[in-house]
């Protein structure tokens, strides 16, 4: 349990932030009921139907058997519309809807810091929410392909025929490198980030805060395990969704930012 001490030390740094920046990992989206499909938290196997995760979401694979990829999609990315954005999603699109938080970053598929209003979510491992034509480059939007994998059709461009791929990061792929340059320069220029939800054991989570903390920033690490960064955070929770139903409780008592007060900012 949060003390009030440590509830207002939060919401102190918080309001006190001239650069604030979130990032994201797996856990803000199992509070929503999403799996952790990469087994990460231990709880889920690693294996679907004998295969590994990162079999079938290597390009290798996918270019070889996408209807394998595809069914395994079906249960872990075309059902965006199954779940509800939680009270972390909330949170940060109100903070940055107040003009409190800069940017949100996130390692997670699933669309759902947008479907709760956050703005210009930097989406590091891509997102179904775009997809495009392997061979001719044509793109294609969630709301075309969905209906297509959930009838168990391996989705083909009408243009030319070539196979349509999700813009997710598949395992052999690399990340976005002008997406990543703006996430470090955001950590960097961070005097406070939020880390949430991430066991900071994969990159680039991993190194992600390692820019903030170098540039004399501070963090602030919510998550249910230990990370490696645990003794390098100003404060430390495990409870999200604790942590977030507070700051929504506080937001709902601070208006809307209009300029005219006489914030620090
Ligand atoms: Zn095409």
């Known amino acids: 349990m949060m003390t009030s001490q440590q509830k207002a030390e939060l919401w102190a740094r918080i309001t006190r932030a001239k650069h604030l920046t979130a990032f994201t990992g797996a856990g803000v989206s199992t509070l929503s009921g ?88 930097g989406e590091l491992h891509g997102s179904p929410a775009h997809h495009h034509c392997l061979r001719c480059g044509k793109e294609f939007p969630y709301s075309a392909i969905s209906p297509l994998v959930l009838a168990d059709k391996v989705p083909y461009c009408p243009s030319c025929g070539g196979l349509v791929k999700p813009d997710i990061v598949f395992y052999s792929e690399n990340l976005n490198e002008a997406l990543l340059e703006e996430a470090y320069s955001d950590m960097e220029r961070s005097d406070l980030l939020l880390v949430l939800g991430s066991s900071l054991t994969v990159q680039p989570a991993a190194s992600l805060p390692l820019y903030t903390l170098r540039a004399g920033g501070d963090i602030v690490l919510v998550n249910q395990q230990e ?34 007060d006489s914030s620090v900012r």
Request: net charge negative; aromatic share 12%.
């Open 227 to 260: 990370t490696y960064l645990d003794g390098q955070a100003k404060m430390r929770f495990d409870d999200l969704e604790e942590v977030f139903c507070f700051l929504l409780e506080q937001l709902s008592e601070s208006p809307v930012k209009d300029g005219g």
């Open 34 to 121: 999403i799996r952790d499909f990469r087994g990460s938290t231990g709880v889920y196997s690693s294996k679907w139907h004998g295969h590994e995760v990162e079999e079938i979401l290597s390009l290798e694979c996918f270019l070889a058997h996408p209807e394998l990829f595809y069914e395994w999609a079906k249960e872990f990315v075309y059902c965006l519309e199954k779940y509800q954005p939680s009270a972390v999603h909330r949170g940060l699109a109100q903070l940055q809807q107040r003009g409190m938080l800069v940017r949100t970053y996130t390692q997670n598929i699933d669309c759902l810091h947008t479907a709760a209003g956050s703005r210009n979510v």
